[in-house]
């Protein structure tokens, strides 16, 4: 896979057609619907926070347990959490919410994976269809018994929707690699000029 600017400004296009040696792998593919999992709970008073509305940190921990299952269950074993990339709120989650967080893995690399992970809700009362609340990226280091990073088997995509996650995924994590650089270019630079934090 190559990353390559289309010419305009601010357009980045993934060519899919072109492999990465660094990630190509000899372990067999697992197609995007082999993983995907879905967790269902139901919000009660002890989630709440100040507000009266369910604790952000109540729905990330659900976030990490159902990326978590799904990043093991791609990879065959145990996966830990490397980072999360982003974590939107979009509406508030209210007692008495049944809650489903649905996650797949979008995008795999050697010995990681990014998972996706949308947060639904369904109102308690009310007949309506279930609304999203939240969104996030995270992305998994697979690991073995002693806790060293293990080979993942590529992620296949199934659908034009997983074709675009894995796009996107991409350039996620293009993005997480030049901003790591750049800080560690910065620390690097003030320390030759003799500036300690």
Avoid: C
């Avoid at 057609?17 to 995907?36: C, M, N, Y």
């Avoid at 809650?99 to 309506?128: D, F, L, P, Y």
């Avoid at 609304?131 to 659908?159: N, W």
């Amino acid at each position: 896979m190559q990353i390559r600017s289309s010419g305009a400004p601010g357009h980045t296009v993934v060519d899919m057609t072109i492999q990465d040696p660094d990630l190509e792998s000899d372990i067999p593919g697992k197609p995007t619907s082999a993983s995907r999992t879905t967790l269902s709970h139901i919000m009660t008073a002890g989630d709440t926070n100040l507000l009266g509305t369910v604790h952000g940190g109540v729905i990330m921990k659900l976030v990490d347990d159902v990326a978590g299952a799904v990043a093991g269950r791609h990879s065959g074993g145990p996966a830990v959490t490397a980072s999360m990339d982003e974590m939107a709120f979009l509406e508030p989650v209210k007692v008495g919410d049944l809650v489903h967080v649905q996650a797949q893995v979008n995008w795999t690399g050697r010995s990681s994976m990014e998972v996706g992970v949308r947060v639904m809700a369904e109102r308690w009362n009310e007949s309506t269809p279930a609304v999203q609340v939240g969104s996030a990226y995270l992305v998994f280091a697979a690991v073995d018994e002693a806790g060293k990073p293990r080979r993942v088997p590529p992620v296949e995509p199934e659908t034009e929707k997983d074709r675009r996650r894995y796009q996107e995924a991409q350039i996620r994590r293009t993005h997480r690699l030049a901003r790591r650089r750049a800080i560690m270019d910065l620390r690097e630079s003030r320390n030759a000029e003799g500036l300690a934090d």
